[in-house]
């Protein structure tokens, strides 16, 4: 009997770990044992320390991206989780720069493709950035286009009169998909499970046999070339107002930073920024793994004026 894959998708800060958050919980109460496999673009694991204190079993896969340059390793990845025979569904959160297709053409290898069955691929899409991205972004447009759950997620960051456009242009890529609104990832108990128990659709990705001749299928990232990430480590103690500082006015060229630090007199805490909006919140948990870092994900990022940025605000030392 094939394992339910369920594929979730959606750019940079969108809020698939949000997602993941609600999705988890529910699986003890509908008797499903997930296996879940998170992947970084970076070298450092921030979303699977965010996702530690919710019991799913995980592999992670960082340094790279499942659809290319992790390909291989995914591969091998769910392998070793089906030779355990201890999960009845399996669940891969994306980075934010993969594609899906090109995700699901990975778990089509000869030695995976009778043996999982992909329910559904759940986009999550930033509303707030929405109409901006889709008009710019490929990969963004093909996340969407792939999907046949759509996420429209952050509902409350635009008025009402917005939202008939922000469908409407979604649509314009993919007129079949299911949509939901929500806020923090919450779809809501009733969906949330569907998404953990649904049967697998019959899915067509080629037409060929793939016992009899190996596929070579083009990879279509947008712009694979200029994405960078950096993990910079961050001090001890850190005060409240320069986290702030460094998070409010972070470099045009970062699109998402994340990581951890432990703020003077408050603890641990979760820092997110995806474009110019930022929150910081406290982490619950141990202490992270990694200990305090930032993870900066964007586009011609140079190390050298990230850290310049790090020491104005007083979060590092300057060099």
Known sequence: MATPVLIISGFLGCGKTSL???????????????????NEVGDADVDGELLADLHAEQARLVGGCVCCTLQAQLAQTVDGILEQERYDLLIIECSGLSNPLDVLSALTSPALVRRLAVTHIATVLDVRRAEAMLKVTEL???????????????????APE????????AAGLNDHAERY?????????????????DPAPVRAV????????EHHHPHSHALPASFNTFAVPLPANVPRAAMERLL?????????????????????????RVYDAWDITPFIGNSPANGALLVCIGQHLDQSVLEAHLAACGVLQPA
């Open 181 to 197: 609104w929500a806020n923090y990832g919450d779809l809501g108990a009733e969906m949330l499970t569907r998404l953990l128990t």
């Open 140 to 158: 963004a447009k093909v996340q969407v286009a792939s999907a046949d759950v759509l996420v429209f997620n952050k509902e409350d960051t635009i």
């Open 248 to 272: 409010d006015a972070m470099p045009e060229a970062v699109i998402r930073a994340k990581g951890f630090a432990h703020l003077d007199g408050e603890g641990w805490h979760v820092m997110h």
């Open 206 to 213: 080629c037409a060929c046999d793939h016992d009899h001749h």
């Open 20 to 38: 993941l958050r609600h999705l988890l919980p529910l699986c003890g109460p509908t008797g499903v044992r997930p296996a879940l496999i998170i």
């Open 162 to 169: 917005r939202r008939a456009g922000v469908e409407a242009l």
